[in-house]
Antibody, heavy 119, light 109 residues
Framework: QVQLQESGPGLVKPSETLSVTCAVSGYFIDHTYYWGWIRQPPGKGLEYIGNIYHTGSTSYNASLKSRVTISVDPPKNQFSLSLSSVTAADTAVYYC????????????WGQGILVTVSS | EIVLTQSPGTLSLSPGDRATLSCRASQSVGSSHLAWYQQKPGQAPRLLIFGTSSRATGIPDRFSGSGSGTDFTLTITRLEPEDFAVYYCQQYGGIPLFTFGPGTKVDIK
């Protein structure tokens, strides 16, 4: 059974870069599926950030594309999110998830990590 | 951009009631590309339905999905206490690649 666990700083200063890593267990990241990031501001809905395949091929939400980088590290079985030039609007719970291609849905999610942008 | 609208925003029901949740898309969505998630406070979303009507592993059969084109429905036939939560629909294929609806909260009447 696949499990995902986010980690990273819970507090980031405005204009700096937010970095979160997702460790995957119970499944090799370099197998069939894709891996994605979704965020949820406090009390609000879900926003897709982007996804990556183990080859490094990425797809990003156009609204965030200029600030987002998603990378993958197959030997460590993890993938990461970087979001640059953050503002208070980027304060959210950041979730990593496994993305099933074809029908394209997120079948397994991490517990999420709250990242607050504040000085 | 494909925008998903969910209605009602809040559904107040009692255990044992039937819940009917609507998800409407601004453009046609492929039936294989519509999913539903359940989220409880402080928890990550959980996949309920994919491909419009296929239940995810371990999801009880009181949950069912239907629809096509721009109109999709999640039905919970008999609400159990653990079903009171927020439900999101999600589509793939538009711009942006994935979008989620704003959610429907099912709370206890």
């Amino acid at each position: 059974q696949v499990q995902l666990q986010e980690s990273g700083p819970g507090l980031v200063k405005p204009s700096e870069t937010l970095s979160v890593t997702c460790a995957v267990s119970g499944y090799f990241i370099d197998h069939t599926y894709y891996w994605g990031w979704i965020r949820q501001p406090p009390g609000k809905g879900l926003e897709y950030i982007g996804n990556i395949y183990h080859t490094g091929s990425t797809s990003y939400n156009a609204s965030l594309k200029s600030r987002v980088t998603i990378s993958v590290d197959p030997p460590k079985n993890q993938f990461s999110l970087s979001l640059s030039s953050v503002t208070a609007a980027d304060t959210a719970v950041y979730y990593c998830a496994r993305l099933i291609p074809g029908p394209y849905y997120f079948d397994s999610w991490g517990q999420g990590i709250l990242v607050t942008v504040s000085s | 951009e494909i925008v998903l609208t969910q209605s009602p925003g809040t559904l107040s029901l009692s255990p044992g009631d039937r819940a009917t949740l609507s998800c409407r898309a601004s453009q046609s969505v492929g039936s294989s590309h519509l999913a539903w998630y359940q989220q409880k406070p402080g928890q990550a979303p959980r996949l309920l339905i994919f491909g419009t009507s296929s239940r995810a592993t371990g999801i009880p059969d009181r949950f069912s999905g239907s629809g096509s084109g721009t109109d999709f429905t999640l039905t919970i036939t008999r609400l159990e206490p653990e079903d009171f939560a927020v439900y999101y629909c999600q589509q793939y294929g538009g711009i942006p690649l994935f979008t989620f609806g704003p959610g429907t909260k099912v709370d206890i009447k």
